[in-house]
């Protein structure tokens, strides 16, 4: 029997395991359960892609990306792994071709989808055969709580009871310790070891502004940091998605749209180009990006801003996977929090349900606004300490400045309070700025003592004074009064002067840019890149699979600085298994011994 070092040496091309990963691999080889809490990028499929290798029988592998099976398999079959699928797409003859190649023992791993598994009849013939262990792999879609739940998750227990002796091990990247519970306690988990990992992503940049010109921002930044680049842009409705990506072609830019309202083929026809071409921009609601695991996408922008931390994490999560320099960027105003509002006020579920939203939506707008370490803030929220400020994100790079802002937000209040609680910011604004519309003389607005008495600040510092403070909880947004602002409890202290509040300033922020591109030493030669790129391609198109299946951008950038001239020194590169160096050896070797002779 293999070791689990030898089968990522000799299989993935890998020479050591990241800290979990061995105790987990080792865990499940004896036969014990696992819940692996991982971020994205962390390596959780080694977890039982290795095992699976080493156990006798094959492993099942339990996943509700079906459009995302065949890229998985196909990457298991490039590396040597016997490896198949079973889901809705597939035609009934293979179907039959796989259950004879089960039956006869000669599959490692099969990806199967939890509609698929439960069926009477796919059970009775997994009773049939030896199973090496069942990997469920994005648990937390058993949690009734998350945005991913699906039903079928929750008949998953029935593998504790049908197939006690087959060790089982759940995966996920959600962090927080309530769908930690719920997938111990639908999954009967109790006994399961838990690997809970780091939550921290170096490599990803985090930055958060003030959203003043959507449109304009997302061209900057995209211009600025990231013209060839793949990357995802969400926003919050499907209409706008549509809008943007149009938008952003006009604008000579690679995009398509994402959303649940698409229609499955055309879902399934973009998600495969964003995986399969160089530096196109997916813009997408959130029904984009579970299991997407394409390690190269190099920025997540946030035109809306998302409803929870949680969200905001999972969905910036899903940029550099590779462990390469990526951005998470966002842009954010109080009329996304109204928005975000009224959608949870008109949603189903009942008041306590809505309560907790309403505590998320907070918790996400309160990390908006702060102006210590974005990345402490963050992982502090999942129950993580970080030492030190990160250095690597927007709030690090440039801090930001407060000024006191007690008596402006005692003006604020008080306009509210002296109209009565019924009107909404721009209203309040004209109020205080002593303003001649038609509304201030219209409910006689002009003769309030608050009339006028703001004149030092602007419209856009009073927007920004009024968001802090719907921020902080001062004052709420009353939404059967078409965003009219109501003072809160909050607001007694610091109207009676016992208070005293600082607030940030709103200076655009003009972060130092992040190089984020593949970082060429200075003796690479692009030439030698670009063919390497192409050789890539080639086989990738050959074989239908994306380019990054074939080799990882690193082990590329690895060729082009080690210039590996025979089989033995092609080895040495990170990603390079023997099936993969028997492969594509040849083929890379002759690109850069053509380069070397040039
Ligand atoms: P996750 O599912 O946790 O998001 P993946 O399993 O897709 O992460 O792994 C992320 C990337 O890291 C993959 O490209 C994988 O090949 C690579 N990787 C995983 N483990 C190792 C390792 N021990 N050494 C080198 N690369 C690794
Ligand atoms: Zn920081």
């Not at 997408?284 to 997540?300: C, E, L, N, Q, Y």
């Not at 809505?354 to 102006?371: D, P, S, V, Y």
């Not at 440039?398 to 008596?407: C, M, S």
């Not at 298994?577 to 050896?585: D, F, S």
Request: glycine residues 6%.
């Amino acid at each position: 029997m293999k070791s689990p070092q030898q089968i990522l040496h000799q299989v993935f091309g890998y020479s050591s395991f990241r800290p979990p990963q061995s105790q987990i691999i080792d865990t499940v080889v004896n036969g014990g359960d696992a819940l692996v809490l991982m971020p994205t990028g962390g390596g959780k499929s080694l977890c039982y892609q290795v095992p699976a290798l080493i156990r006798p029988g094959c492993a099942v592998v339990i996943s509700p990306l079906i459009a995302l099976m065949q890229d998985q398999v196909d990457a298991m079959r490039l590396l040597g792994v016997k490896a198949a699928f079973l889901n809705s797409t597939v035609l009934d003859e293979e179907v039959e071709n796989i259950q004879h190649q089960l039956r006869s023992g000669e599959l490692d791993l099969l990806y199967i989808a939890p509609e698929r598994l439960v069926q009477t009849r796919t059970l009775q013939l997994l009773g049939e055969i030896d199973i090496a262990l069942f990997a469920i792999d994005e648990a937390h879609c058993v949690s009734q709580w998350g945005h991913d739940f699906r039903a079928d998750y929750l008949q998953l227990s029935l593998l504790h009871e049908l197939f006690s002796s087959v060790p089982r091990i759940a995966l996920t990247a959600t962090a927080d310790a309530r769908t930690r519970e719920e997938i111990i306690v639908r999954l009967y988990l109790d006994e399961a070891k838990q690997f809970i990992s780091g939550f921290d992503r170096p490599n990803i940049q985090y930055r958060i502004a003030l959203k003043y010109n959507a449109k304009q921002q997302l061209l900057k930044f995209l211009k600025n940091e990231h013209n060839d680049d793949a990357g995802i842009v969400y926003c919050l409705s499907r209409k706008k998605t549509e809008d943007i990506a149009a938008w952003l072609t006009e604008k000579g830019f690679n995009a398509l749209p994402y959303h649940a309202g698409l229609g499955p083929e055309i879902r399934q026809r973009h998600q495969s180009r964003f995986l399969r071409e160089d530096g196109l921009i997916i813009v997408a609601t959130i029904a984009f990006g579970m299991g997407i695991d394409k390690p190269d996408v190099r920025f997540v922008a946030h035109l809306d801003m998302p409803k929870t931390v949680e969200s905001y994490y999972q969905e910036t999560g899903r940029a550099g996977r590779d462990g390469l320099p990526a951005n998470a960027w966002l842009i954010y105003g109080l009329q996304d929090v109204i928005k975000l509002r009224q959608m949870m006020a008109s949603s189903d579920g009942n008041e306590e349900y809505k309560r907790a939203e309403q505590h998320r939506l907070n918790a996400m707008l309160g990390f908006c606004e702060i102006t210590s370490c974005r990345r402490q803030v963050l992982l502090s929220y999942f129950g993580e300490k970080l030492e030190q400020p990160c250095g690597n994100c927007d709030t690090c790079l440039e801090p930001v400045d407060t000024w006191n802002g007690t008596e402006a937000c005692r003006m604020a209040i008080s306009a509210a309070f002296r109209t009565d609680q019924r009107f909404g910011v721009n209203h309040l604004i004209d109020v205080l700025r002593g303003s001649h519309s038609d509304k201030i003389f219209q409910f006689e607005h002009q003769n309030l003592p608050v009339y006028g008495i703001g004149k030092d600040l602007d419209n856009n510092q009073w927007r920004s004074v009024y968001r802090q403070l719907v921020a902080r909880g001062y004052m709420s947004v009353d939404l059967d009064r078409f965003g009219a602002l109501r003072l809160e409890e909050k607001c007694r202290p610091l109207l009676r002067g016992e208070e005293n509040i600082e607030l940030r300033k709103d200076n655009k922020v003009k972060v130092a840019k992040q190089q984020t591109k593949i970082q060429l030493a200075a003796e690479v030669d692009i030439a030698l890149w670009e063919a390497l790129r192409d050789c890539r391609r080639m086989f990738a198109e050959d074989l239908s699979v994306p380019p990054y299946v074939v080799f990882h951008d690193s082990t590329l950038q690895e060729m082009c600085l080690r210039l590996p001239q025979t089989m033995e020194d092609f080895e040495m590169l990170s990603g390079v298994g023997e099936r993969k160096l028997e492969k594509y050896g040849p083929g890379f070797i002759r690109v850069i011994n053509d380069h070397l002779d040039s």
